[in-house]
């Protein structure tokens, strides 16, 4: 293969790859993204001081995807109540939602009861 039809062959690769790939919100762990596209992204970190940050999140109704980060040393879940939703650790899903009020908490026993929930608004 001649040089010329190499150096085309590695860029088309190249081109493709980048495509697939796609790209990502780099916005800091509290950011949410609800511009434009199907999907909307939220992130919650717990702790080991068993809190969520944040503590309150909101979306638009429809296909959600979730993201919850460990920043612990303990396990820590994100469960939302009244669906069928449950990330353990550093797990991320998507769930169609509805509008509504929906409590999120940590499921490891103690956890919740210590405060460990917060509250997903998710508007029309």
Not at 11 to 31: E, I, P, Q, R
Not at 36 to 44: A, E, H, K
């Amino acid at each position: 293969m001649s040089a010329l039809r190499w150096i085309g062959a590695l860029s088309l690769g190249v081109g493709l790859t980048l495509t697939a790939c796609g790209g990502g919100d780099d916005g800091d762990a509290n950011d949410s993204d609800t511009s434009g596209g199907d999907v909307q992204t939220l992130t919650v970190k717990s702790s080991d001081a068993l809190k969520f940050d944040p503590e309150d999140l909101s979306a638009r109704a429809g296909e959600v995807r979730i993201i919850h980060e460990n920043g612990g040393a303990t396990t820590h879940s994100f469960v939302l109540d009244q669906q069928d939703f449950k990330l353990t650790d550093d797990d991320e899903g998507e769930i169609d939602l509805a509008a509504g009020d929906y409590i999120f908490y940590c499921d490891v026993p103690g956890h919740r009861e210590a405060g460990m929930e917060g509250t997903l608004t998710v508007s029309p």
